[in-house]
């Protein structure tokens, strides 16, 4: 009995080799698709990990720190909100005292520089500065870089959460957070600006988030 004259009597139609053929084709697609952003994640953080010589400037900062439970108040707007209610956007983020020094300065120009030098993508990037104190910022300061979001938070808090290398302290870094509110890499004290920059344009190219 012919397989034709089988499948007729089963109730079970055959199936033609070619649409089987592509059926697999398109599962092998759907899957490529779907472990994109797998294979981009492991990309940063591993293949681009500044351990063993490869191209990364920043420290990665292992495990993950997620977003502190952590109340922060905004100089702009008067108000009060939970530092986590930031997720969504690169951060690029400066502690300091509000008398912000030389140091402090070059830290909120290198990071709205760094920023701008983005092209298009600069809008998935915001520039935080983290006030440690409650004394006023210089209108110097305040409208060079308006930009720049400032937000007063508890200083204890913040050494908590965020790392600093042997011979440094919290002011001496700029840190960056990814959009989904991850601590992910500390720069280093006096850092280059350059270096920054490529490693965030790097991080932008591969993750769709943000």
Not at 52 to 81: C, F, M, N, W
Not at 130 to 149: F, H
Not at 152 to 174: C, E, K, M, V, Y
Request: include cysteine; charge should be positive; glycine fraction near 8%.
């Amino acid at each position: 009995m012919s397989a034709d004259a089988s499948a007729g009597r089963t109730g079970t139609p055959a199936i033609d080799p070619v649409q089987r053929r592509r059926a697999r084709r398109m599962l092998v697609l759907l899957f490529a698709v779907c472990a994109a952003p797998a294979v981009a994640a492991y990309l940063m953080y591993y293949v681009f990990k500044p351990q063993g010589g490869t191209s990364a400037y920043g420290k990665l900062i292992e495990p993950q720190r997620p977003l502190p439970a952590l109340v922060v108040h905004d100089d702009e707007t008067g108000e009060d909100l939970p530092l986590s209610s930031l997720r969504g956007k690169w951060l690029m983020i400066s502690a300091d005292t509000a008398t912000c020094d030389e140091n402090c300065v070059s830290k909120l120009f290198y990071m709205r520089q760094i920023r701008v030098l983005q092209g298009n993508e600069r809008t998935r990037v915001e520039t935080l500065w983290l006030v440690t104190d409650g004394a006023p910022v210089s209108k110097q300061i305040d409208g060079a870089y308006e930009d720049t979001r400032r937000l007063r938070a508890d200083p204890i808090a913040l050494a908590s959460w965020l790392p600093t290398q042997d011979g440094t302290g919290l002011r001496d870094h700029i840190y960056l957070v990814d959009p989904l509110g991850n601590l992910m890499m500390a720069f280093p004290k006096n850092a280059d600006p350059g270096k920054i920059k490529s490693d965030l344009s790097r991080l932008l190219k591969w993750s769709g988030t943000g």
